[in-house]
């Protein structure tokens, strides 16, 4: 799903590899990415918001944020441990 309004503060390129390292935690079945409710139905008409959109989100709203430092965290937050 594409933005409508982009305010990634550190440049399309980046923004490309932080997707893709999202998208990647999502096909990694080592990570819980289950995706998350959301009251935003006329974005999300089933009320859940894919992993990648809602951490892409969070990035946009945060542009202070080292993004790198972000994925290393979610990565560990995320990871399941047997």
Do not use: C, W
């Not at 139905?41 to 430092?69: T, W």
């Amino acid at each position: 799903m594409q933005f409508k309004k982009r305010i990634y503060a550190q440049g399309a390129e980046e923004e490309r590899e932080i997707r893709e390292a999202l998208h990647q935690m999502v096909l990694n079945d080592s990570y819980n990415t289950s995706p998350a409710y959301t009251v935003k139905s006329a974005v999300y008409p089933d009320g859940s918001i894919p992993f990648v959109d809602k951490h892409m989100r969070y990035l946009d709203a945060n542009p202070k944020l080292d993004a790198h430092m972000y994925l290393a965290n979610l990565r560990l937050m995320t990871r399941i441990r047997v």
